[in-house]
Structure formats: C-alpha cells, structure tokens
C-alpha cells in the first residue's frame, strides 16, 4: 500500500538533497527521492502539491494543508489560526476532476454555489451572497466573470468577516485563490480531458530552471465543450507565463502575467409554477429563452510584481502590485425574474424579458506588508503592519431588450416550447444603468500575534479603510459621490492544552459600502445610505489527529445590520434598517485517516434568517424567512482509497436538506443526495489515467438559483476521462 510519506518529510526538513538545501530559497532538484510509492520528484511534486515548498506557507500532503499565510498575513499554522479555514488542494483539485470555482468549493461545509445569472461566479458563505468577495494571492479579483483552475495551486476559504486581512465586504467569508509559481522544480506535465456532452480540454505546465537564480515557468489551457444543457457550450483559453528571480540571499522578486478568455452561453435555467422548480425532472436539459442571444465573455489580462526581502534586522518585507483589466459583456434572454416568470397555473404561458450589460473595469492595487518577530520577556510577537493602495475604474452600461413582436419588453411563450427566436432590440432606458465609475482606497493596518507560553495565543488587528466612491451618469452628467472611513477590528484567542489540540474563540467586524458587491453605481439614495455591518462570534476547535489529519469544528453567530429597505414615502431613498442573523455549527475533516484512505469535506448546520424585512425586487422579504439558497444542513464527504501502487478510487457523497430559491421563501427548492465517483489508475511512470462520474446514480435535483425563476437543474450523470502525462 502506499503510504503517507510525513515523517520522511519531516526528516528532510532542513536537509540537503542532491547537493541542494530543501524548503529554503534554493529549491529541491531533480531525483528518486525514496518517498514510498514516488518514483521521482516530480511525482512527488504532484503527490505533495510540489515537494519543493513542504513546510512552507501553504504546503500540502494530499488533502490537507497545515499552514497559511492568508488568514492572518504571516506564516501561521492552520491549528494556531483563530477562524474558520478551509483549504482545497491541488490534488483534490485533480482527484475530482474539477475546473470551476462552483465545483471546487462542492465539499466545502458552510459554502453554497449561487448561479450567478449563468455569467460569473457567485458564492453564499453562511448565508452570505457575493459576487466580488474573490482575491488572487491575497489580492482582490472582484469583477464578474468565470474563473479558471488551469493555473491554481490551491483554494482557501476563510469564513466569517476578513475585512482586517482583505478589506471591504467578505461579511460571510472569502475564497482566496493561490496560483502556481516559478519555483526551480523541472515540471513537464500535459493534461487531456474529454468526457460526455462534448467535453474536450487541454492543459500544459512546464517549468525549469534557467539559471540557479532564475526560474520559469508556464501554465496554459484551451477548452470547447458542450453541456448537459441544450444550446449551451463553452470555450476558453488562457495562459499563465511566471518568472521567479532571485536576486541576492535574501531578495526574491516574481513576475507573472495572465491572460484569459471566456466565451460562454448565458443559461439562467428554468422557471417556477406553483412555488417549485418547474418539471425539473423533465427539463434538466431544456433551455428557456433565447439561446443565440444569450452569451457571456471574458477578456482578462492581470500582471502581477511580488518582492520579498529579509533585512538582517529580522523584518521581513511582502510587496504585492497588480494590474487587472477585465473586459466583461453578457447579454441573456430568460424566464423573468419576477412572478410574471413564472408559468401559469394552466401551465401554458411563461413570460421572457431580456437585457445586456457591459461592465469594463480596471484595477490597480498595491499591497505591503512587513513582519517582524521578537521577544518581550516571555512574550513572543509575530508583529505585522501594512499599508494598501488601489484605484478600480470602469463602466456600466446596460441596455434593456425589447422584443419585435410585441414591441414590449415581455414576451410569452408555450413552457413546452420555450425556446424564442424572436428578434430582439436592445437599448438604454432611464431606468438602466450608463454609469461611469471610479474608486480610490488607501488602507493601514496593524496586528500582533502574541504567544504566552506554549499553551495560550492572542491576536489582535485593526484596519483602517478610506473608500472614495463617485459615479457619473453619462446622460445627465450628474455625478454622485461618497466618502466611508471604516475601523475592522479582529480578536482572537488560541488555548492549546498540547500541541495537537487548540480551542480558539474570535470577534472580527466587516463593511460593505452602500454602492454594494460591484459598487457599479451610485444614486442619491445610495450615496447617502450607511454602509452594511458584518459582526461575528466564533468559538471553535482544531485536532491534529495526526501530522497528515485535522479535525475542525465552529460554532458561529454572524449578523449582518444596516440592510437597505425601500423608503415607501420617498422613491429612489432607502432605510438602512434591513437585518439578517446566521447561527451555524461546521464540522470538516481533511486528510489521511489511513495511510491508504484520504478524506475531504464535512457538516454544516446553517440557520440564517431574516431578522427586519427588505424588498428584492419589490418582493416582500419577512422576519423569520430563511435566506435563500441556503439549506440548515449539508453533508458532504470525499474518499480517495488506494488500493494499489497503480489503482486507487474514490467516493463522494453530496446531500443536503431543501433551501429557497430567494428569501421571500415562495418557490422551495427540494433537498438532495448524489454520489460521485473517481477511479486512478498509473498506466506507467508519469502516466495516468483517470475517469470521474459525477451524480452517479443520475439523480434529478436542483443545483442552484438565482430567484424564483432562473433555477438551474442539477447534471446527470456525466462520464470524463482524463490523462495526465509527465516528463
């Protein structure tokens, strides 16, 4: 059987391999390595999420990861972190076979896919909607468009509010994605992915060193495949080159630069009658709407500079800039969100409205960070201080379709056969959004981690955010701005009666100007409206069970205040009187339990609730409805086992109760269970074959919404083959 190679890592830690020092700025070469079960290093790279940087921040075996530095911005082990992280790996990335954001976070307790309107990423974090809490190294990545794992080293999912570390918003949580980097390790890899409903895929990282102190490396992907949707395919293709310098023993800069495009068909689902999905067991496939007119693309081209510098003193210096220009259009016809969306109670008509947007956007960002550890009597600190700097600057232009048969902006159709091509019209309304947009942010912040003894940790940060918004609209010219200083403070306690064993308990406090996720707009009644307010309490334990497994478990009380509600004596205007509570507890497990058996995933009971009603949409949203999307429980396990050197398989398990499809709780979403299934086998040294199954038993469920009447049919059983090759 093979075996978890922990504690032969642990004894190379700090060793020399081939003449070259492991886990320091001189990376590990080439060569049999003795690992049980790895031939070499670099599927022992692949096996450990890159040997080369085990111990480091970030470092894996298999499933589980012990340390970050994302949650607290300096190298922290995972057990000493006060809050609630969840880290999906490369190799669990690979193992399930996943190329989406909505896929990766399946098996992660507390997180819920949102549909995002069929055109970007979308996520509800305990009971928390954002489409713009996503970053890229610690960085922010806030504009709305799929992403990619072509180049991702790994996802971490840090809950509850995180404005201390990434500002603004993150009320719920963050998803935080750690891309691959130009390290020294040789890396010749190419991937091959077909499977059912069309899917083709390719994939290519090559990586070397050009000289001991420069290295490269390469990440590219091409995708053209259909889905279980009629009428809806993708294709993308990006490409990620990466170079690492090392410019003195303790100066190392890196450069990359990316470029990716999406280019997708904009499938909002299916409609609701008599408050469930509509015949969703007989439309998992039907497209409802204008399929020709409904698309979403992508152009994105993000560079990015990282320095890090050791002075002798002992400080330690993170540099982050970043440039990000994401070129955004979608344009769908679909069931309309609203009532009239859904079909009658004869069941002979559904009502199509249809509209577009552009939202260009440019981001500029600078992140600095410096660390510095010292000892106070028998106090020892972790002190970090840092300051952020960013402009965001874009346009959002939306146009409102009108559909020639009826001159109106409402087309009905037959729900048996709700595929239109009828011509439509697009244009600019006074009600639709033609705002120009830009935003300055200077942030500091402070924090010191303080160990008393070995049994008992504190931290504490503050954050101070300058949030300068103005948006002008470009018919009347008329610009509206806003000014917030906000103050996130974040507190946490870590007792560990033995090392293994932590109990920890946090406050923090997040903010969400009044402009929103996008901040793509700005009326008078918003620019006068105080930001949203995210407060939580966590309390919480985390068991290394042993060096390869830990067990997690949190308990949680987050409100969200200062919802806007529509202002019935004064139109355009709102009371920031809105409320919503989430009381929850999360159990996640990752890791080997065996030397041949990993696991992967956990429980969630999430209750979050309306606390003081709000409208969406002119729908009316009352105290004690439970927030959409959002099920009391899920469970959901995923086992590798290895039965042999060459095969292993693994299980997954999926269920959860039912949840709503928006929080006026009137259309219900039924719970479910689905099984996955993945089988790996080592065709020859640096070859292997892989084949997944998802929903193996080809259940009929409900996957996710976007409001009573866009609801997106869960797949049935889908069957792809992978190949993995190395050189």
Known sequence: MPHAPTEFLRALLGKTVLGKTVLSTTVLSVGSLGLPGVASAQDAAVELDQLHVVGSPGASIGYLTSRTRSATKTDTPLIDTPQSVTIVTQQQIRDQGVQSIADAIRYVPGVVAHQGEGNRDDVVIRGQRSNADFFVNGIRDDAQYFRDLYNVQRIEVLKGPNAMIFGRGGGGGVINRVL???????????????????????????????????????NGMFEDSGTFRNFVDLRRYGVNPTMTFLIGPATTLKLSYEYFHDDRTADRGIPSQFGRPYRYRQNIATFFGNPDLSY??????????????????????????????YAKFYQNVYPNIGQAGSVNAAGTALSLAAYNTASPRTNYFSQNDVTYRFETGFLKHTLLGGFELGYQEGLTFRQDGFFASTGTQALVVNPLSPVSRVPVTFRNIASGANTRYDLGLAAVYAQDQIEIGPHLQLIGGLRYDHFDFAATDRRSTVTNARVDDLLSPRLGLVLKPVETLAFYASYSVSYLPSSGDQFNALTPGLAIAKPERFENTEIG????????LQLTGALYD??????????????????????TNTQGAEIGANGYLTDWWQIAGGYAFTD???????????????????????????VTLWNKFDVTEAFSFGIGFVHQTHSFAASDNTVRLPGYTRFDLGLFYQVADGVRAQLNVENLFDRGY????????NISPGAPRLIRAQIVARF
């Not at 890899?189 to 490269?216: M, P």
């Not at 540099?319 to 220009?325: G, T, V, Y």
């Not at 334990?541 to 390869?548: E, H, L, M, Q, S």
């Open 180 to 218: 691959k980097e130009a390290d020294g390790v040789p890396v010749r890899e190419v991937v091959g992915l077909g499977g059912a409903y069309g899917v083709k895929r390719v994939g290519v990282d090559v990586g070397d060193r050009i000289s001991d102190s420069a290295f490269f490396r390469l």
């Open 558 to 579: 987050l409100d969200r205040t200062n919802q806007r509600l529509a202002d019935p004596n004064n139109a355009g205007f709102f009371i920031t009187s809105g409320q």
């Open 702 to 709: 409900i996957a996710t919404a976007d409001g009573n009447n």
């Open 541 to 548: 334990v985390k068991i290394d069970v042993a060096p390869t």
């Open 608 to 634: 979050a609730r309306i606390v003081k009603g709000f409208n969406i949409g002119g729908t009316s949203v009352r105290p004690g409805n439970q927030v959409g999307l959002v099920p009391f429980n899920a």
């Open 296 to 325: 979403a693309r992508v152009d994105a081209h993000i560079a990015t500079a990282t320095l890090d510098h050791a002075f002798e003193s002992g400080i330690a210096l993170h540099s982050q800039l970043r440039f990000a220009d």
